[in-house]
């Protein structure tokens, strides 16, 4: 719930202030502490208007408030246990102890090296992000003020053109939109962006992750991806090529639609993991030894004994003499990019496949070649799988057809 009680009366409201940009470069992330104090005054006005009854003026809320003058990610906040904002809660409570200090606002902004406090430190990779989120979180004893913060804060929080001019030149930044959103509006918002990106599936998972104190779903993709969440895991079965073709959902797909289905299947696994880790989920891929999983009670316990814990597999067929000249086909395709390493000799009697499971695979995989087999290794890139005719085998340049 986005409503806690912090003792028998106060309770807490974590909310963010979704700020809808163009997709350009940001000149900061942080505002200046010394700077940020006018910006924290102006958008808690902002927000007292928001929750202020109806036909009531607008003053200062009977709230002690924390906002953060930073611009993060959705994702760096929708967390499973939400630990940022426990970190912004506790130094909200360091500020607010004693009566004298009630009604306080804490506005937190960066140091001259741009550094924010500990546990509030902003992502480096957001830079051309369209949707960027500033959180803040509220303590309070009036509690029809925090009905009014799930009834009306979406409705009514949309930021005044001085305040989103003030917002946007202390940002450096265009900013289009800025809305006031509680922490369920939020989730509501990456629901539907989700659904109409056809991600449905994989924010079910993290919505269950998010909302649930002992989350436990099974969910899957229109492409054969499945997730099985426990906890803030989720478990996921990685075929490689041949493993599709033989005994997963490639196995009942005509010659054409093997090779389709597994490009299609391995996009959508490299993105759904890409965002469910993002969103602070532990994401184990492990190689299924049968698929589909039985409907029946799934034994986690043996799956996560299938996991791969480092960034690539090797899928052997026969074992690469290490000591002899080695064939190397990169299988990169358009608008994937390096999908497996074949290695080959003797015109594949020997072959064994290499696949990435993560992004840092892409460096480590050629490195680990290199080492292994130094001038005996003989590379060939190629743009697109290479099979066999009827597409039931990964193979090497050797005997491309």
């Known amino acids: 719930m986005n409503t806690s009680n912090t003792s028998a009366t106060a309770c807490t409201l974590r909310g963010l202030i979704a700020i809808e940009r163009p997709p350009v470069p940001l000149q900061t992330q942080a505002v200046e502490k010394t700077k940020a104090q006018a910006l924290g005054r102006t958008l808690s006005m902002e927000l007292a208007a928001a929750l202020s009854a109806q036909d009531t003026p607008a003053t200062r809320p009977a709230a002690e408030m924390a906002l953060v003058a930073a611009l993060y990610d959705p994702a760096e906040w929708l967390q499973p246990g939400f630990p940022r ?74 930021l005044s053109p001085r305040a989103t001019q003030q917002l946007s030149q202390a940002l450096g930044t265009p900013v289009e939109h800025a809305n006031f959103l509680s922490l369920l509006d939020m989730a509501a918002m990456m629901r539907t962006q989700f659904e109409h990106a056809g991600f449905l599936p994989e924010w079910e998972v993290i919505e269950t992750a998010l909302f649930n104190q002992a989350p436990r779903l099974r969910q899957h993709s229109p492409f054969h991806n499945e997730y099985f969440l426990y906890q803030n895991m989720v478990f996921s079965p990685f075929f490689s090529f041949d493993f599709w073709t033989a005994h997963g959902p490639g196995a ?9 289905g597994w490009l299609r299947w391995l996009q959508r696994q490299r993105q759904a993991t890409a965002v469910m880790q993002a969103h602070g989920l532990d994401v184990r891929q492990y190689l299924p030894k049968r698929w589909p999983e039985p409907e029946e009670k799934i034994c986690l316990g043996g799956i996560n004994q299938q996991v791969v814990a480092e960034d690539f597999f090797t899928e052997i067929h026969a074992p690469i003499d290490e000591n002899r000249v080695v064939t190397v086909t990169e299988h990169h395709v358009p608008g994937i990019g390096p999908v497996a390493w074949t290695l080959s000799q003797d015109e594949g009697q020997h072959l064994q ?15 680990y070649l290199k080492s292994v087999f130094g001038s005996q290794l003989r590379l060939n890139v190629v743009n697109k799988l ?16």
């Open 85 to 158: 904002f426990i970190h912004l809660l506790q130094y909200l409570q360091a500020a607010t102890s004693g009566e004298e200090n009630k009604g306080t606002l804490l506005t937190i902004g960066c140091n001259t090296q741009g550094e924010l406090p500990k546990g509030l430190e902003t992502g480096p990779e957001h830079h051309l992000a369209p949707l960027l989120v500033l959180p803040f979180v509220l303590t309070t004893d009036d509690h029809h003020m925090a009905k009014r913060f799930e009834a009306q804060l979406m409705d009514r929080g949309l």
């Open 252 to 260: 009942t797909m005509g010659a054409h639609e093997r090779s389709k």
């Open 353 to 367: 496949h290499l696949y990435p499971l993560t992004p840092a695979a892409m460096n480590t995989i050629p490195e």
């Open 386 to 401: 290479l099979t066999n005719k009827n597409r039931q085998r990964l193979i090497g340049g050797w005997n491309a057809e």
